[in-house]
C-alpha cells in the first residue's frame, strides 16, 4: 500500500501516504488497547531488529507491533554476533534477508546506512535511526499524538526544543509536519543548532525558549545527546536547563492545555523538569502507546499489496 518497497525517511514520504499511515495507526491502536491483543495483519510474516545502538522504546516497540499482528520476529544482538568477527553490514543484512525475513529494521549511528542497503535486500526495510539523519517512525507517532487532540495539523503551533543538531526526531518531525501544514519553532543553543537550519520548510528559529513556547499547540523537548556531542557545547547540564528547560512555569506560557512531547528517554531536570514529565500535559507514556501503533501501521502496509484494514 505505500509507494517504495521501505520506510527510510519522511522527507521523500508523500503527504498522502503519511495521512495514511496515521490512519491505520488509529485502528491499529485499538488492537494496542484490547485486552485481546492478536490480530491476523502480520500473521505468516516475519520481522528482524537490527540495531547498532542501544534502544529500549522504539526496539521493543516493533516486537510488540509484530507479536500484536501476529507475526514473528527475532532480535539480533550486535554485541554477540558475527559483526564482531568484522561481518560488514552488507553481508549481515544479506544473511538476515536470506532467512526469509519480510521486514528489518535498522539502526545505525551512521546517517545513510539504511538508504545504501536497502536496495540489495528483498525484504523491506524500516529506519528505527540513522545517524543525525532521520527517525521516521518516531516522527509519526509524534504526529498520531498530535493529531489525536487536533482536528488538523493546518496552522498547528509545534515548539521542538534543545538539542536539534544531533537530532534524527527533529528532522523526521520537520518534514512531517511541514508537509501537513503545521508551523515549526525551533529553539536551542547556537552550538546545538544546525547548519542552515532557518531554511527548512515551515520552520522559524527562536532566541528564547519563552519565544518558541509562547501561545504553541505542542512542546516538545529534546533529549540532550551526550554521546553524539564534542566537548564544550554547553557549559553545564545546569545551565542547559536554566535556559533552555521546560518547567511548569515555561510551559504555562504554551497554549492552554498544550500538549508536552518527549522522544525519551528523558533527563529530568535538564531538558524538562522534574515534575513536568509527569504533568497532566505530558502525553510521553501516550507517545509510546501511539509507537506501537504507527509501527503496526508501517509493517502492515509495506507487506501488504490489498485493502487497507
Not at 495539523?153 to 518531525?173: C, E, M, Q, T, Y
Not at 519565544?211 to 557549559?235: C, F, N, S, Y
Request: hydrophobic share 40%; glycine share 8%.
Amino acid at each position: 500500500m505505500l509507494k517504495n518497497k521501505d520506510l527510510l525517511g519522511l522527507k521523500d514520504t508523500p503527504k498522502e501516504e503519511i495521512q495514511l499511515i496515521l490512519d491505520v495507526a488509529e485502528e491499529m491502536k485499538k488492537i494496542v488497547r484490547s485486552p485481546h491483543k492478536k490480530s491476523p495483519y502480520f500473521a505468516g510474516k516475519s520481522m528482524a531488529t537490527l540495531f547498532y545502538e542501544n534502544s529500549t522504546r522504539t526496539k521493543s516497540s516493533f516486537e510488540f507491533a509484530c507479536s500484536y499482528m501476529g507475526g514473528v520476529y527475532s532480535s539480533l544482538n550486535v554485541a554477540t554476533s558475527s559483526v564482531n568477527k568484522g561481518e560488514s553490514i552488507l553481508d549481515t543484512l544479506k544473511t538476515i534477508d536470506s532467512f526469509g525475513t519480510d521486514v528489518i529494521v535498522i539502526r545505525h549511528s551512521m546517517s545513510g546506512v539504511p538508504h545504501v542497503y536497502a536496495p540489495h535486500v528483498r525484504a523491506h526495510i524500516v529506519n528505527a535511526g540513522d545517524g543525525l539523519n532521520e527517525h521516521p517512525t518516531q516522527a509519526l507517532l509524534d504526529m498520531l499524538t498530535m493529531r489525536e487532540r487536533y482536528d488538523t495539523f493546518r496552522g498547528l503551533k509545534v515548539a521542538i526544543l534543545g538539542d536539534v543538531k544531533h537530532s534524527r526526531v527533529a528532522r523526521s518531525n520537520v518534514w512531517g509536519l511541514s508537509k501537513m501544514g503545521a508551523e515549526i519553532r525551533i529553539c536551542g543553543p547556537g552550538t546545538l543548532l544546525p547548519s542552515g537550519v532557518e531554511k527548512l520548510p515551515c520552520v522559524t528559529v527562536c532566541a528564547t525558549v519563552e519565544e518558541a513556547v509562547r501561545d504553541a499547540d505542542v512542546v516538545m523537548g529534546l533529549r540532550l545527546q551526550l554521546e553524539r556531542m564534542t566537548k564544550g557545547l554547553i557549559p553545564s547540564m545546569g545551565e542547559y536547563h536554566r535556559y533552555f528547560g521546560v518547567d511548569e512555569d515555561m510551559l504555562a506560557k504554551a497554549k492552554k492545555g498544550a500538549l508536552l512531547l518527549h522522544p525519551g528517554p528523558v533527563n529530568r531536570n535538564v531538558e524538562l523538569s522534574f515534575d513536568v514529565v509527569d504533568c497532566r500535559q505530558s502525553m510521553i507514556n501516550e507517545q509510546v502507546t501511539n509507537g506501537v501503533a504507527v509501527r503496526m501501521a508501517v509493517m502492515y502496509l509495506l507487506t501488504r499489496d490489498n485493502k487497507v484494514v
